[in-house]
């Protein structure tokens, strides 16, 4: 299994409509939890960390679910500016080692 | 916003050849790390530095890459000997805690070109 897998996509999407993602994650001490976006060959930015209570920012809601290992992003009432690749990121232990997942690309169609 | 800088953004390097790639991380972080992102691959971690010494580097990051903070500012990575499949996009990237507890924050990468 490896270490974070997403559903590589791509979704297509008709603006407004609500989109969820989902990501899973191999390693149970995994301690750390984050969604990146990436747009078309430029940096990673943060988009949101994931708390185990679940958190909300504006459209955006990150679900965390350690007994079945997963993390979850749901975009609600999307828009044209949110098409881009959106990267599930895993910090396996107290280090400073994080893993990417290879992301899930979303096309916004207007 | 205080943000992480790069350069140069693209570098193109006869294959053998030696690169240095240069960061400017945020001022008041104390961590810093190198990624590097093969093109229509995943992000992949090199190494993360802290109190001027390597803290994790991963199975990537071998004899032949080494990283320098020579000064207060500055962050390099020193790729000797470079070989085709060094072609990629490289990430700095800086935070002011260990990544466990902090997110960290990306500079708009160099593109590597290995010809």
């Known amino acids: 299994r490896k270490e974070v897998e997403q559903d590589p996509g791509p979704f297509n999407v008709p603006e407004g409509a609500t989109v969820a993602f989902n990501c899973t994650y191999s390693?149970?001490?995994?301690?750390?939890f984050f969604w990146y976006r990436q747009d078309c060959r430029k940096e990673p930015k943060l988009l949101m960390s994931?708390?185990?209570s679940g958190n909300e920012d504006g459209r955006f809601t990150a679900q965390l679910n350690r007994a079945s290992q997963y993390i979850s992003l749901l975009i609600r009432d999307s828009k044209l500016s949110d098409s881009a690749t959106y990267l599930c990121?895993?910090?396996?232990?107290?280090?400073?080692?994080?893993?990417f997942g290879k992301g899930t690309r979303l096309h916004i169609l207007p | 916003e205080p943000e992480v800088t790069q350069t140069p953004s693209h570098q193109v390097t006869q294959m053998g050849q030696e690169v240095i790639l240069r960061c400017v991380p945020i001022?008041?972080?104390?961590?810093f790390y190198w990624y590097r992102q093969i093109l229509g691959q995943k992000v992949e971690f090199l190494v993360s530095?802290?109190?001027?010494?390597?803290?994790?580097k991963s199975e990537i990051f071998d004899d032949q890459f080494s990283v320098e903070r020579p000064d207060g500012s500055n962050f390099t990575l020193k790729i000797r000997s470079t070989k085709l499949e060094d072609s990629a996009m490289y990430f700095c990237?800086?935070?002011?805690?260990?990544?466990?507890?902090?997110?960290?924050?990306f500079g708009d990468g160099t593109r590597l070109s290995i010809l």
């Open positions: 990237a800086s935070g002011p805690m260990g990544q466990g507890n902090q997110p960290q924050h």
């Open positions: 530095f802290y109190n001027n010494e390597i803290s994790e």
């Open positions: 990121v895993v910090n396996i232990n107290e280090g400073d080692k994080i893993i």
């Open positions: 390693n149970s001490a995994s301690q750390s």
């Open positions: 001022s008041n972080h104390l961590y």
């Open positions: 994931v708390y185990s």
